[in-house]
């Protein structure tokens, strides 16, 4: 997060990086990750654990992805008890089903800037910016509708019931995230206040 000079870490991003370098783990998260399941929480845990001992992240971090689930949860506080930093806050970022399904299928990636785009959302102008510098617009594996489909069920049953783990641990915030860039990362600010 530019604001507060401290590095956002996602747990997809970072499994996308080992896909691309070719590695077996990668070649075994790819096949999990195509299907929208869960990669194991143990593997998840060991690549955060590495990653909050980089040295970027010795002033605060955001994770983004991650935990999606009740042990991944456990483990984190673990893991932030070791480090001794405590957790300021889980956000929730709240969006109408139809918009999320949109934000997934129209999601695309500018091949020669990594600008992210969406076909529903960005204007016309912003697409003809990639394509006319000679970019393609790509689409990730996973944001096909049937990939999406399993990822929302996936969601439902695995993740969603830590919006009640960390209610009752004081720790829940609630971003309406309906809108615009701009507007969605104002709140996400507001809320970290
Ligand atoms: P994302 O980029 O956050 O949408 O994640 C893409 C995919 O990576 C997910 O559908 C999972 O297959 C895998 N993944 C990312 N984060 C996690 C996590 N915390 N636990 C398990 N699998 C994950």
Same mark, same amino acid.
């Given at each position: 997060?530019?604001? =507060?000079?401290?590095p956002?870490?996602?747990?997809?991003d970072m499994l996308?990086?080992?896909i691309?370098s070719?590695?077996?783990?990668?070649?075994q998260?790819?096949g999990?990750?195509d299907a929208?399941?869960l990669?194991?929480d143990?593997?998840?845990?060991?690549?955060i654990?590495?990653?909050?001992? /980089?040295?970027d &992240?010795?002033?605060g971090?955001i994770?983004?992805?991650?935990? =999606?689930t /009740?042990?991944?949860?456990?483990?984190l506080?673990?893991l932030?008890?070791?480090?001794? *930093?405590?957790?300021?806050a &889980?956000?929730?970022m709240d969006?109408?089903?139809d918009?999320?399904?949109? =934000?997934l299928t129209?999601?695309?990636t #500018?091949?020669l800037?990594g600008?992210?785009?969406?076909?529903?959302?960005?204007?016309?102008?912003?697409?003809? /910016? #990639?394509?006319?510098a000679?970019? /393609?617009?790509?689409q990730?594996?996973d944001?096909?509708?049937e *990939?999406?489909?399993?990822?929302l069920d996936?969601?439902?049953?695995? *993740?969603?019931?830590?919006?009640?783990y960390?209610?009752?641990?004081?720790?829940?915030?609630?971003?309406?995230a309906?809108?615009g860039?701009?507007?969605?990362?104002g709140r996400?600010?507001?809320v970290?206040?």
């Amino acid at each position: 997060m530019a604001e =507060r000079n401290i590095p956002q870490i996602s747990t997809g991003d970072m499994l996308r990086a080992a896909i691309a370098s070719g590695s077996r783990f990668g070649q075994q998260a790819k096949g999990i990750m195509d299907a929208g399941n869960l990669v194991s929480d143990d593997i998840v845990l060991g690549i955060i654990s590495e990653r909050l001992a /980089e040295p970027d &992240a010795q002033d605060g971090f955001i994770l983004d992805g991650f935990p =999606r689930t /009740e042990k991944q949860a456990l483990d984190l506080s673990d893991l932030l008890d070791q480090l001794g *930093t405590p957790l300021d806050a &889980a956000v929730l970022m709240d969006v109408d089903f139809d918009i999320l399904v949109k =934000r997934l299928t129209g999601r695309r990636t #500018c091949s020669l800037t990594g600008k992210l785009l969406n076909v529903y959302f960005s204007s016309q102008e912003e697409l003809d /910016e #990639c394509t006319n510098a000679g970019g /393609e617009l790509v689409q990730r594996e996973d944001d096909n509708e049937e *990939t999406i489909k399993n990822r929302l069920d996936v969601y439902n049953r695995q *993740t969603a019931p830590l919006i009640d783990y960390y209610k009752k641990r004081g720790r829940l915030k609630i971003v309406d995230a309906d809108g615009g860039i701009d507007d969605v990362y104002g709140r996400f600010l507001e809320v970290l206040q």
